[in-house]
T-cell receptor
Framework: DAGVIQSPRHEVTEMGQEVTLRCKPISGHNSLFWYRQTMMRGLELLIYFNNNVPIDDSGMPEDRFSAKMPNASFSTLKIQPSEPRDSAVYFC????????????????FGDGTRLSIL | DAKTTQPTSMDCAEGRAANLPCNHSTISGNEYVYWYRQIHSQGPQYIIHGLKNNETNEMASLIITEDRKSSTLILPHATLRDTAVYYCIVRVATNFGNEKLTFGTGTRLTIIP
């Protein structure tokens, strides 16, 4: 079975450029999560969606970051303009989430996008 | 979600059982214990989760104490590929709108040849 697919795997760009990270969740999963990992702060949740609707974006660092989920099989995380402090590994995860009831289903992660802003 | 405490690092000989402890003394009755691991440069990998009964799957076993204040992840026959950072996370079996995982610093497990 295909897992969570992220692209690109690596991205190097100059400060000020727009960066778009992409994620395809596991088919049938209805919750999608974007995380960021750095040495200093570890793994942090940025935003998550349930049934394509953003539920909690309190982890999004600032207005330069935006995320969309136009359909159940695709999501993007965009940074515009990018800054060197945005350099990190960005992970996407998906799960079969709750729909008004309880869910204990685990999240499954992609292999991440390693982003370097020069 | 309840806070967890794990040792910073552990070593285990190849072929032996690796036992990774986790304390979660403030766990609530509806909170599950999840274990993930992260091998260098890869995304976190789900291992196992449980509520109060012991659980086993093809990767590992999870032993939860009767008072649920601590648990142990057991890798029965550790291999070099099990070298990774292991995270113990406690999370409520949540309803809609509160599904995030909070990762701590985990245990760095090194399998020794």
């Amino acid at each position: 079975d295909a897992g969570v697919i992220q692209s690109p795997r690596h991205e190097v760009t100059e400060m000020g450029q727009e960066v778009t990270l992409r994620c395809k969740p596991i088919s049938g999963h209805n919750s999608l999560f974007w995380y960021r990992q750095t040495m200093m702060r570890g793994l942090e949740l940025l935003i998550y969606f349930n049934n394509n609707v953003p539920i909690d974006d309190s982890g999004m660092p600032e207005d330069r970051f935006s995320a969309k989920m136009p359909n159940a099989s695709f999501s993007t995380l965009k940074i515009q303009p990018s800054e060197p402090r945005d350099s990190a590994v960005y992970f996407c995860a998906s799960s079969l989430g709750g729909q008004g009831g309880y869910s204990n289903q685990p999240q499954h992660f992609g292999d991440g996008t390693r982003l370097s802003i020069l | 979600d309840a806070k967890t405490t794990q040792p910073t690092s552990m070593d285990c000989a190849e072929g032996r059982a690796a036992n990774l402890p986790c304390n979660h003394s403030t766990i609530s009755g509806n909170e599950y214990v999840y274990w993930y691991r992260q091998i260098h440069s890869q995304g976190p990998q789900y291992i196992i989760h449980g509520l109060k009964n012991n659980e086993t799957n093809e990767m590992a076993s999870l032993i939860i104490t009767e008072d649920r204040k601590s648990s142990t992840l057991i890798l029965p026959h550790a291999t070099l590929r099990d070298t990774a950072v292991y995270y113990c996370i406690v999370r409520v079996a949540t309803n809609f709108g509160n599904e995030k995982l909070t990762f701590g610093t985990g245990t760095r497990l090194t399998i020794i040849p």
